[in-house]
């Protein structure tokens, strides 16, 4: 059995790598930079003996998943994880369409074209584990991030169907709608809320593989802050500026 | 780390992804930082961004034929013990925190438990991958472009960002150290018994109590030790979490340390040691005692201490110390540790080595170490001693040049492989590197 571990060379995507190989499990790593996967896979064969394969594969690039097929068809694939996102500073609704279409791919289509590859395979195992990784930015559209903020509300929606797709089958659809994480992104930034480690994401992922999670707000403190700006009046929701 | 330099608005950047390691030729100033451990101000200055490595933090090979690590700069020496442990190997030549990094212990040629027999981290290193904006990324040894891998250990990351090493690490002899302390009455005497025993021993250092007024001023314990084999557990092998930083150690507003306290303290720990004198210790307590030292180091609160380390030529080493407790006195200082290690090398360019006796003393920031502090380094040049640089965040740029001849000779190097001197940190500025 192997794990199929997208944006695996850094963040969260390389925490979870980490504990899905000292727990022996086979992997494949999925990321952009040849280079990057190359080190993380080295890591991980030195360090846990874990047999682990790398793809370079661009997230952004709408056709790049195709190159998933031979993949998807040949090896016992059972988990999935897709740690993935892409945000844009500039992300207030008047991006270039070539842009839109990259952030757009790489939150959303992406994942849907790579879980397609693989889902009927787990289906006929009636096994397996689809992780998706969402943002707290899906709660409301904000104008800071209007296309990063729709397409993690679309990829919610989909692994809402997707879960009710598997609901009778032994595949477990999982969905964790994340808050700031402490990752190269969010280094020296002054955030109104505290950021979680990836390894602390990643321990509570591993242990809830195989459970019916539904959709969960990590960490836990973002749930009741997720029904208070939900229950935002819009007179007052539209005067925040965050 | 020691409180001596602060930054108002420091620029730090963490990369994660190779990509950053590409050529390119419009870079700004910047300085490599690994834990940020150090008490000079090495990883950080104003003008300069401070790139930390730690996301590189990945072992890449080992290789049980060589005994070989090829480890990312990043990786901290606590997470490649673990590693080589359960393997049966280590590295001789570690300095006192687990949480220290790859990188920084080439980039500040630290010295580990016995210098005197193990040498100083370079001695350890196979090779270093370099990276440096305008040159891309380079593989450096003593075979590769032996300068520049010469002027990197050791360099103050002046050279560029160390992005990885392949390091040579030796078979483990036990998983336990038996430890044995003696107790002497005078610096001399302690430094004497350090010499004779280096050869034979896998750690040696000597504990000094010049806090104490009269004839016990001086008294301490030599403290060596061998690695014996006991039964290997998991527990024994895995180092506890620290959450130790600069912050960290700065957590108390105010200074808990004056003579009465020192004195105290330091005459539990005497008696505390002289009880026991033959005690077998954990891998994890004989490898890494600094861990036991950051309720001490934190106890100096926010305005931090002082350290200065010299190494002092062994004819010389009695006269220093009687010259030392004479200028304490007058200046009215309290010193509150005196840490002893035997070594037996050479220097090269600005690394920290030589023959004799490293004495570094510490001290809490205050108008009497101010005073006492330049005697210290006249007291150095006059018997030629060589002080520490990555020790000391206050070592005037005279006293650097009067002790390292070689300084011009690494200026030259550090000039012809980068003429814009583009790696600059508070450390190179205040010594003119």
Same mark, same amino acid.
């Given at each position: 059995?192997?794990?199929?571990?997208?944006?695996?060379?850094?963040?969260?995507?390389?925490?979870?790598?980490?504990?899905?190989?000292?727990?022996?499990?086979?992997?494949?790593?999925?990321?952009?930079?040849?280079?990057?996967?190359?080190?993380?896979?080295?890591?991980?064969?030195?360090?846990?003996?874990?047999?682990?394969?790398?793809?370079?594969?661009?997230?952004?690039?709408?056709?790049?998943?195709?190159?998933?097929?031979?993949?998807?068809?040949?090896?016992?694939?059972?988990?999935?994880?897709?740690?993935?996102?892409?945000?844009?500073?500039?992300?207030?609704?008047?991006?270039?369409?070539?842009?839109?279409?990259?952030?757009?791919?790489?939150?959303?289509?992406?994942?849907?074209?790579?879980?397609?590859?693989?889902?009927?395979?787990?289906?006929?195992?009636?096994?397996?584990?689809?992780?998706?990784?969402?943002?707290?930015?899906?709660?409301?559209?904000?104008?800071?991030?209007?296309?990063?903020?729709?397409?993690?509300?679309?990829?919610?929606?989909?692994?809402?169907?997707?879960?009710?797709?598997?609901?009778?089958?032994?595949?477990?659809?999982?969905?964790?709608?994340?808050?700031?994480?402490?990752?190269?992104?969010?280094?020296?930034?002054?955030?109104?809320?505290?950021?979680?480690?990836?390894?602390?994401?990643?321990?509570?992922?591993?242990?809830?593989?195989?459970?019916?999670?539904?959709?969960?707000?990590?960490?836990?403190?973002?749930?009741?802050?997720?029904?208070?700006?939900?229950?935002?009046?819009?007179?007052?929701?539209?005067?925040?500026?965050? | 780390?020691?409180?001596?330099?602060?930054?108002?608005?420091?620029?730090?950047?963490?990369?994660?992804?190779?990509?950053?390691?590409?050529?390119? /030729?419009?870079?700004?100033?910047?300085?490599?930082?690994?834990?940020?451990?150090?008490?000079?101000?090495?990883?950080?200055?104003?003008?300069?961004?401070?790139?930390?490595?730690?996301?590189?933090?990945?072992?890449? !090979?080992?290789?049980?034929?060589?005994?070989?690590?090829?480890?990312?700069?990043?990786?901290?020496?606590?997470?490649?013990?673990?590693?080589?442990?359960?393997?049966?190997?280590?590295?001789?030549?570690?300095?006192?925190?687990?949480?220290?990094?790859?990188?920084?212990?080439?980039?500040?040629?630290?010295?580990?438990?016995?210098?005197?027999?193990?040498?100083?981290?370079?001695?350890?290193?196979?090779?270093?991958?370099?990276?440096?904006?305008?040159?891309?990324?380079?593989?450096?040894?003593?075979?590769?472009?032996?300068?520049?891998?010469?002027?990197?250990?050791?360099?103050?990351?002046?050279?560029?960002?160390?992005?990885?090493?392949?390091?040579?690490?030796?078979?483990?002899?036990?998983?336990?150290?038996?430890?044995?302390?003696?107790?002497?009455?005078?610096?001399? /005497?302690?430094?004497?018994?350090?010499?004779?025993?280096?050869?034979?021993?896998?750690?040696?250092?000597?504990?000094?109590?010049?806090?104490?007024?009269?004839?016990?001023?001086?008294?301490?314990?030599?403290?060596?030790?061998?690695?014996?084999?006991?039964? /290997?557990?998991?527990?024994?092998?895995?180092?506890?979490?620290?959450?130790?930083?600069?912050?960290?150690?700065?957590?108390?507003?105010?200074?808990?340390?004056?003579?009465?306290?020192?004195?105290?303290?330091?005459?539990?720990?005497?008696?505390?040691?002289?009880?026991?004198?033959?005690?077998?210790?954990?891998?994890?307590?004989?490898?890494?005692?600094?861990?036991?030292?950051?309720?001490?180091?934190?106890?100096?609160?926010?305005?931090?201490?002082?350290?200065?380390?010299?190494?002092?030529?062994?004819?010389?080493?009695?006269?220093?110390?009687?010259?030392?407790? !004479?200028?304490?006195?007058?200046?009215?200082?309290?010193?509150?540790?005196?840490?002893?290690?035997?070594?037996?090398?050479?220097?090269?360019?600005?690394?920290?080595?030589?023959?004799?006796?490293?004495?570094?003393?510490?001290?809490?920031?205050?108008?009497?170490?101010?005073?006492?502090?330049?005697?210290?380094?006249?007291?150095?040049?006059?018997?030629?001693?060589?002080?520490?640089?990555?020790?000391?965040?206050?070592?005037?740029?005279?006293?650097?040049?009067?002790?390292?001849? !070689?300084?011009?000779?690494?200026?030259?190097?550090?000039?012809?492989?980068?003429?814009?001197?583009?790696?600059?940190?508070?450390?190179?500025?205040?010594?003119?590197?």
């Amino acid at each position: 059995m192997s794990a199929l571990v997208f944006g695996a060379s850094a963040g969260l995507g390389r925490a979870l790598a980490r504990e899905l190989a000292s727990r022996g499990e086979n992997l494949v790593l999925v990321a952009r930079n040849p280079e990057d996967l190359a080190a993380e896979a080295a890591h991980l064969r030195t360090v846990y003996g874990a047999t682990v394969e790398w793809m370079a594969l661009d997230a952004s690039d709408p056709r790049a998943t195709e190159e998933l097929t031979e993949l998807a068809g040949a090896a016992a694939i059972r988990d999935l994880f897709f740690p993935i996102g892409m945000g844009i500073e500039e992300d207030d609704g008047s991006l270039p369409p070539a842009t839109i279409a990259a952030l757009v791919s790489a939150n959303l289509t992406s994942v849907m074209a790579a879980v397609s590859l693989f889902l009927p395979r787990l289906l006929a195992a009636n096994v397996g584990n689809i992780i998706g990784i969402g943002s707290v930015a899906a709660l409301r559209g904000r104008s800071r991030n209007v296309a990063y903020a729709a397409a993690k509300r679309g990829l919610e929606s989909y692994f809402e169907s997707l879960r009710h797709r598997t609901a009778a089958s032994g595949v477990r659809v999982q969905f964790y709608r994340l808050g700031y994480l402490d990752t190269q992104m969010s280094f020296g930034r002054h955030l109104p809320f505290p950021k979680a480690s990836v390894q602390a994401i990643a321990c509570t992922v591993m242990r809830n593989l195989g459970k019916d999670v539904g959709c969960m707000p990590l960490p836990a403190f973002w749930r009741p802050v997720g029904w208070a700006l939900r229950a935002l009046p819009w007179r007052i929701y539209r005067r925040l500026n965050f | 780390m020691d409180g001596g330099v602060r930054v108002a608005s420091a620029a730090v950047q963490r990369p994660d992804r190779h990509a950053h390691f590409r050529k390119h /030729e419009n870079a700004l100033p910047a300085i490599p930082r690994g834990a940020g451990f150090s008490f000079a101000a090495a990883s950080f200055g104003s003008g300069a961004e401070s790139i930390e490595v730690t996301a590189f933090d990945r072992v890449l !090979d080992f290789d049980t034929r060589t005994g070989q690590v090829e480890v990312e700069a990043g990786a901290t020496l606590g997470a490649l013990f673990e590693i080589l442990a359960v393997r049966g190997y280590y590295l001789p030549v570690q300095p006192g925190h687990h949480r220290i990094t790859v990188g920084g212990c080439i980039a500040a040629n630290v010295h580990g438990k016995n210098p005197a027999r193990d040498g100083t981290f370079v001695a350890q290193v196979e090779s270093v991958r370099l990276f440096h904006p305008h040159h891309g990324c380079l593989e450096l040894s003593r075979d590769k472009e032996p300068a520049l891998f010469h002027a990197t250990c050791g360099g103050m990351g002046l050279t560029g960002i160390i992005v990885a090493a392949r390091l040579r690490t030796q078979r483990l002899p036990g998983a336990s150290l038996r430890v044995a302390h003696r107790q002497v009455t005078t610096i001399a /005497e302690g430094a004497g018994l350090l010499t004779e025993d280096a050869a034979r021993s896998d750690l040696a250092y000597g504990w000094f109590d010049c806090a104490r007024r009269g004839r016990a001023h001086g008294r301490g314990i030599v403290v060596t030790g061998q690695f014996v084999s006991t039964r /290997e557990t998991e527990s024994t092998l895995k180092l506890p979490r620290s959450r130790f930083s600069p912050e960290a150690r700065a957590w108390l507003p105010f200074s808990l340390l004056n003579p009465a306290s020192i004195r105290l303290v330091n005459a539990a720990y005497f008696w505390s040691l002289r009880r026991s004198s033959n005690t077998i210790v954990t891998l994890a307590d004989g490898l890494y005692p600094t861990r036991a030292n950051e309720l001490y180091l934190s106890l100096f609160g926010r305005r931090g201490l002082h350290e200065c380390q010299a190494l002092v030529p062994h004819a010389n080493l009695a006269e220093f110390a009687a010259r030392l407790r !004479d200028h304490a006195t007058r200046a009215g200082a309290c010193i509150t540790l005196t840490v002893a290690k035997p070594f037996n090398g050479t220097s090269d360019l600005i690394r920290f080595d030589g023959s004799g006796i490293s004495l570094a003393i510490e001290m809490p920031r205050s108008a009497a170490a101010d005073r006492l502090l330049p005697e210290v380094d006249r007291l150095v040049v006059d018997l030629g001693g060589r002080p520490n640089i990555i020790k000391d965040s206050r070592l005037p740029r005279s006293i650097f040049e009067a002790t390292y001849p !070689d300084c011009d000779r690494f200026r030259t190097i550090l000039r012809r492989w980068d003429p814009q001197r583009l790696f600059r940190s508070e450390l190179s500025e205040r010594l003119g590197l």
